[in-house]
């Protein structure tokens, strides 16, 4: 499983970092990716490490401003959030995916952003 961590509620402008912790496998080999979605809406694609943990890639909406980092000795994804927005609002999801059959997902952590 993977476990997310680190939501809250941030003012415009503010930052936050996301934890997701990879339980009962290593993540090597794994695409981690973090989603979101918020109210009323689908989820979307936020950003992802490819299965040899680099070559980040990133919405369009969040470049710039969020940046992935992750720790192999503990397992865990980051994702840096930066000059966060209202429309950031949402539950943020990590995802982790090797293969059809071995795609876990978290329990989603609640990010909201407003004054």
């Known amino acids: 499983q993977v476990v997310e961590s680190g939501g809250g509620l941030v003012q415009p402008g503010g930052s936050l970092r996301l934890s997701c912790a990879a339980r009962?496998?290593?993540?090597?080999?794994?695409?981690m990716s973090w989603f979101r979605q918020a109210p009323g809406k689908e989820r979307e694609f936020v950003a992802s490490?490819?299965?040899?943990?680099?070559?980040?890639q990133y919405a369009d909406s969040v470049k710039g401003r969020f940046f992935l980092s992750r720790d192999n000795s503990k397992n865990t994804v980051y994702v840096q959030m930066n000059n966060l927005k209202p429309e950031d609002t949402a539950v943020y999801f990590c995802n982790a995916r090797r293969s059809a059959t071995l795609n876990y997902w978290g329990q989603g952590t609640q990010v909201t952003v407003s004054s």
């Open positions: 490490f490819s299965s040899g943990g680099s070559n980040p």
């Open positions: 009962g496998f290593t993540f090597g080999g794994y695409v």
